[in-house]
C-alpha cells in the first residue's frame, strides 16, 4: 500500500488548493479514504471522509462549505478541495485508509496560510 499526497504550498487568506493523494497497492474503489491535518504543537486529526461514493462524506465542523472531498476510482485518487483556507488550517495534511487491521498514512503535504 503507497499513498503519495500533493498540492501543498503557501497561501493568503482567503485562498484555495486542491489536495491529491495518489493510491496504490490496494483496490482503491473498495475502500474508503480520509484526510487528517496536524497543525504546530497540535494532535492529528480527521478533517474530511469519503466513503465508496462522493455522496458519502463526512467534514470536521471547521471545514463544512469550504472543503470537498472527492475520489476518482480511474486514477484512484482521492481529492481535498480547500476554499476560503485561513491562518488556522496551516498544518501537514495527511490521506490514510484502513485496510484489514492496519492503518496506512502518506508522508504528508504542508500547507500554510499567511499574510
Known amino acids: 500500500v503507497k499513498l503519495v499526497e500533493s498540492g501543498g504550498g503557501s497561501v493568503h487568506p482567503g485562498g484555495s488548493l486542491r489536495l491529491s493523494c495518489a493510491a496504490s497497492?490496494?483496490?482503491?474503489?473498495?475502500?474508503?479514504m480520509t484526510w487528517y491535518r496536524q497543525g504546530p504543537g497540535k494532535e492529528r486529526d480527521l478533517v474530511a471522509a469519503?466513503?465508496?461514493?462522493?455522496?458519502?462524506?463526512y467534514y470536521e465542523d471547521s471545514v463544512k462549505g469550504r472543503f470537498t472531498i472527492s475520489r476518482d476510482d480511474v486514477e484512484n485518487t482521492v481529492y481535498l478541495r480547500m476554499n476560503s483556507l485561513k491562518p488556522e488550517d496551516t498544518a501537514v495534511y495527511y490521506c490514510?485508509?484502513?485496510?484489514?487491521?492496519?492503518?496506512?498514512w502518506g508522508q504528508g503535504t504542508q500547507v500554510t496560510v499567511s499574510s
Open positions: 490514510m485508509t484502513h485496510l484489514g487491521d492496519s492503518d496506512y
Open positions: 497497492g490496494f483496490t482503491f474503489s473498495r475502500y474508503g
Open positions: 469519503v466513503g465508496l461514493s462522493d455522496s458519502l462524506t
